[in-house]
């Protein structure tokens, strides 16, 4: 007879009704790459009455996510359930009980990693989290196994789909942020609330986990600068397009000298690049090792089944534990727990990249030479300049792009052009990353 | 004191000189990962007195393969000498010894998989092969751990840089193929005679591998069908252009009702789509799980240090094998090799799929319509149509595209039109997948 490893899954939601019905459909595929047949054992949710479409055994379906937790036939607990608590405790108690843990709850990650981690090692258990970045796109196991003997020189992701989707319909059928906002919510692609995806915040989480796997150290979710989406307008996407770029939100990692610099914001990337040309709600990855070279990672950051697949990954590796008798896999986070240490990442003010500006001035004489007076002086050099709807009366944009300079120099020199009576408004700053390989 | 793994390895090459290098490179790095210290004990080649431009230590370069083989320290064997004699036997005695053995040798493993796989099987070690398909990219590990779960729908691949390299230049510079092959050969991105990569037997060989790990099945490498690159024209890639496509090798594998189609040969595809913006000598894969969606990977295909990368990969997770004590990875092929089956390849004839033709006909009243005739009888609906240069003496292209049609009928089709007297010369084919996700 087949052998069999008993599963338990916390939170029958959206993903956990994926990963009960994806072990339906391929049921026989698993077992056969398996060797032995997964049997969903116990599924606990607080709402267990609600159909999901999918016919589950009698006794399998609880309230009590302790049923899974305790049961010493469980091998393999999947916590689907996401946020804070009771996740984490949940998850604690199943690593105490020696049980592998597979979970998709990035903020649980990035916020309480070091504590789950050590936990886990400590117990000598497994925990899988492909699910958690970048949904079906394979990037945990490809920077912990397949790139483990590179060094990273840089990471740029585009992670989170709901503001993808939003930039995307922004650039292809030129409209404002809130009206494609709320049709990105008509459609499922936004929450009610999409501060969490807009402001970047979920972005910061997966990144925090990436940066963890890539450098092998611990990351304080605090340290990574974040810009979200919001302030992004038609008329930058519109210059975008005219100087040959597109707009990303980009989470971008780069190793400098030994020091790391981690960063999320909207970015101008040229519009030939591969990360330029991932679109709608998808998610990628584009990795830079210094054996590799350039590798792009694509796929569906999110959704039941392709999030499902991702969860499934790490069921397979759990369950070949199982079966094996111990965790053979490496380290958690690509090194040992005990062996990390904490990241010291470059502050913003010292980065250096180029940037693209968009000043709102009135149409004067001297204004030019004005502003292209304070960027010089803080040792900002302008690389390209568009001055359109001349003749106008009233505010009208100047754009600039710079080569590389200093964060810093250029807060400061913003600061200094805000201030100015020709100039009105808050002057729009877009970082420009086009170097890429 | 940290532990020590012992490996060795056969062939020391472009690649293998990347793999000592890369060792070096990031000694500490890979130490810290695997906690153990990996030592490249011994290296054979026939060639040992050449220099890599890598110190070696004394007593570690040998001219005989077999004080690697016998040497009951090393646990690792990195087979890179390429070839099918001595690889095999060599391979073949160091699976009867214990050891885990690394290739990247596509042509033996599509040749000679069956036999060495069961073997591995049999003497319970592992076999890691990620860098005989797609170099650096992790297409072996996606297949065969990340998408696991997945009945996979279709496997679309780029998968021989000289060939990409080469339809690259041949649409980027409007150059005739046998210039754009000459400058190939100069830049090293083609061999002296390059038959092996433009005939596309080497994608094939890859294809061969990516089958086996897709379906779970052991594939005939002749039932593969195969056309390469040398019949492409400029012209053909000029229309393609104004048609919205590009002209790529692909390695195409579809799931058809449980059967599988497999095919390499050049392709039209929309120019938008990832896969017909890779460019240069990059490799790139894009499959469409069931769960999944589509998964798009991409990186170099070949060279030194991309190729070590994925070497390393594998010394890894052997490495780990190693130190657990025993192969704890998965079936060396998705399933285990005692419960694989021979697949049936649906034949080429009855595959169905859409097609570009490119007739040389007279300039004469009623040509199209014999054509469009001769089509309509065989069940091959016109999609588009272009008639250039009109009014030319002698023969003048007349391009279609059709909607999806029989592959079979299509051979029927043509021949009955290329012995019309007002078409001149051979009808080119190309065909379309423009149906992608």
């Known amino acids: 007879m087949m052998k069999e490893v008993n599963i338990g899954l916390i939170g029958f939601g959206t993903i956990g009704s994926g990963v009960v019905r994806l072990l339906k459909q391929n049921e026989d595929l698993i077992a056969k790459k398996l060797g032995a047949k997964l049997v969903m054992k116990k599924i606990a949710d607080i709402d267990i009455t609600t159909s999901r479409g999918i016919k589950i055994n009698k006794g399998v379906l609880t309230k009590n996510a302790r049923e899974i937790i305790n049961d010493?036939?469980?091998?393999?607990?999947?916590e689907l359930m996401g946020g804070y608590e009771p996740a984490r405790t949940f998850v604690l108690e199943a690593i105490r009980q020696g049980k592998n843990v597979v979970t998709a709850n990035k903020a649980l990650l990035a916020t309480h990693g070091n504590e789950i981690f050590a936990a886990a090692q400590k117990n000598a258990v497994y925990i899988g989290f492909e699910a958690s970045v970048g949904g079906t796109i394979p990037i945990i196991k490809t920077l912990k196994e397949s790139l483990a003997a590179n060094r990273i020189n840089s990471i740029m992701g585009i992670m989170n789909g709901t503001c993808n989707f939003i930039l995307t319909k922004m650039t292809d059928e030129d409209k404002p942020f809130h009206d494609v906002l709320k049709e990105a919510q008509?459609?499922?692609?936004?929450?009610?609330?999409?501060?969490?995806?807009i402001e970047g915040i979920d972005t910061a989480h997966k990144m925090a986990i990436i940066l963890s796997l890539a450098y092998g150290k611990k990351v304080n979710l605090k340290d990574i600068y974040l810009e979200g989406i919001t302030k992004i307008s038609r008329e930058d996407i519109a210059f975008a397009r005219d100087l040959g770029f597109r707009i990303k939100l980009l989470?971008?990692?780069?190793?400098?000298?030994?020091?790391?610099?981690?960063r999320i914001h909207p970015t101008m990337i040229p519009s030939s690049h591969l990360l330029a040309n991932v679109n709608r709600n998808y998610n990628a990855f584009h990795i830079m090792g210094d054996a590799s070279g350039p590798v792009f990672l694509f796929g569906q950051g999110a959704g039941m089944m392709p999030t499902a697949s991702a969860v499934f990954s790490d069921i397979m590796d759990s369950a070949r534990n199982v079966l094996n008798g111990h965790n053979c896999r490496g380290p958690l986070r690509s090194i040992s727990e005990t062996a990390?240490?904490?990241?010291?990442l470059i502050p913003m003010d010292d980065?250096?990249?180029?940037?693209?500006?968009?000043?709102?001035?009135?149409?004067?004489?001297?204004?030019?030479?004005?502003?292209?007076?304070i960027l010089g002086k803080h040792n900002i050099s302008i690389a390209a300049c568009i001055q359109k709807a001349r003749g106008k009366r009233g505010a009208v944009p100047i754009v600039m792009t710079t080569?590389?300079?200093?964060?810093?120099?250029?807060?400061?020199?913003?600061?200094?052009i805000d201030r100015l009576d020709i100039v009105q408004g808050k002057t729009m700053l877009i970082r420009v990353e086009d170097d890429l390989n």
Chains 1, 2 share one sequence.
């Open 72 to 78: 010493k036939d469980i091998s393999i607990v999947i």
């Open 186 to 197: 008509k459609l499922g692609f936004a929450e009610a609330d999409p501060t969490f995806d």
């Open 251 to 262: 989470a971008i990692a780069m190793l400098k000298k030994g020091t790391v610099e981690a």
């Open 340 to 344: 990390m240490t904490p990241i010291k």
């Open 351 to 373: 980065i250096e990249t180029k940037y693209f500006f968009r000043f709102s001035a009135l149409d004067r004489p001297g204004v030019l030479s004005k502003i292209a007076g």
């Open 403 to 416: 080569y590389k300079a200093r964060e810093k120099d250029v807060r400061k020199a913003l600061e200094k």
